[in-house]
């Protein structure tokens, strides 16, 4: 069964870090890219990032390219996020998903809760 | 970036009423799209790839059409288990793009 546990969310101040984690089990990790998709309060769902099944190719959203940075540890089956200079407007629950090449995101996991308040 | 555009916004049906919800692509994405029912407190979960095609375990009831730049969603016959909010999503081309989403209320 595939399980992505998410960790790391919490309250932080505008222009602090976080860093989310994911832990995956179920499936070869290694072979499949990995994305990070968020819901803001009351919106829809925005893609925020992607990271090949190897990591050596990453893409970002334009609202969080230069301060976010995707990353994957294969020996471990983790996927990280590392948010900084974070602005009230990042507030949202944060899922990582599985994101198979040529296809959608076809598991998530529960989320993680990220609030960026004074 | 491809802009995606749902409608209606939000829906109000009864139990076994035939539901449709479209989407629209700004720029041609020829079948990569992908269908995904929300429900509050809970993960997302993928209905519909490729457009038309089926993921394992879902009813049979949904269905996925379209190709280019207009796609649609039925549910032939609306359960109780159905209401909830749903995306459509591009995946031709980066920045990946999620509708604003259709939420599905009971009437």
């Known amino acids: 069964e595939v399980q992505l546990v998410e960790s790391g969310g919490g309250l932080v101040r505008p222009g602090g870090s976080l860093r989310l984690s994911c832990a995956a089990s179920?499936?070869?990790?290694?072979?499949?890219?990995m994305s990070w998709v968020r819901q803001l309060p009351g919106k829809g769902l925005e893609w925020v990032s992607a990271i090949s099944y190897s990591g050596d190719s990453e893409q970002y959203a334009g609202s969080v390219k230069g301060r976010f940075t995707i990353s994957r540890d294969n020996s471990k089956n983790t996927l990280h996020l590392q948010m900084d200079s974070l602005r009230v407007d990042d507030t949202g629950v944060y899922y990582c998903?599985?994101?198979?090449?040529?296809?959608?995101?076809?598991?998530w996991g529960q989320g993680t809760l990220v609030t960026v308040s004074s | 970036d491809v802009q995606m555009t749902q409608s209606p916004s939000t829906l109000s049906a009864s139990v076994g009423d035939r539901v449709t919800i479209t989407c629209r692509a700004s720029?041609?994405?020829?079948?990569?799209l992908a269908w995904y029912q929300h429900k509050p407190g809970k993960a997302p979960r993928l209905l519909i790839s490729r457009a038309s095609s089926l993921e394992s375990g879902v009813p049979s009831r949904f269905s996925g059409s379209g190709s280019g730049t207009e796609f649609t969603l039925t549910i032939s016959s609306l359960q109780p288990d159905d209401f909830a909010t749903y995306y459509c999503q591009q995946y031709d081309s980066y920045s990946l793009t999620f509708g604003q989403g259709t939420k599905v209320e009971i009437k």
């Open positions: 998903t599985k994101d198979p090449t040529n296809r959608p995101f076809d598991f």
């Open positions: 179920g499936f070869t990790f290694s072979s499949n890219g």
């Open positions: 720029q041609t994405i020829s079948i990569w």
